[in-house]
């Protein structure tokens, strides 16, 4: 019995991810927001839900955190409709420069979670030892902690795409 190890067939009506990449790199709609200016402004929009999911988190109001989760999920769908699905498509469902462009977005954004999770990881340590600060780490800063970590983990790569191309 052999395998099929070929590629998947874009057109295949059958295939979801195939369905998938055809709306998203064909979608019109959203091509008001495709221009840098606009790109950047739903970059900004979307670090500001991360931020009042994190306050929301911080102030310790679950209800809270529900309705700022909203936002920020609506801002990581709205940045994978104006980058075209650029930074989470496959490779079989993207062309050379957008894998290329995609590539150097995604080795950006590990080098940038990285950095943010050692100095996270430090935060955390100094506050940890009560000795040396008069701060108590509480559940309600690592619900934030990971909240942030979670949302910007998921859309940095299209943050970047959005932010850096001239064109997408």
Known sequence: MTHDTSLPDRSSPVDPVARHADVL???RRFDWLR???RRRAVVAGALVSIGGVAAACLLDLPWLVVLTLAPAWGAWWLL???VRGMADLPDPYVDERMRQVRNAHYR???VLLAGVTVLTLFGVYVAADARR???VLQARHLHALFWMVQLLALMLPSMLVA???PEV
């Open 25 to 27: 790199l064909r979608d």
């Open 35 to 37: 221009p840098r200016v």
């Open 80 to 82: 994978q409709r104006v």
């Open 108 to 110: 950006t954004a590990y």
């Open 133 to 135: 600060v008069q701060f």
């Open 163 to 165: 932010w850096n191309e």
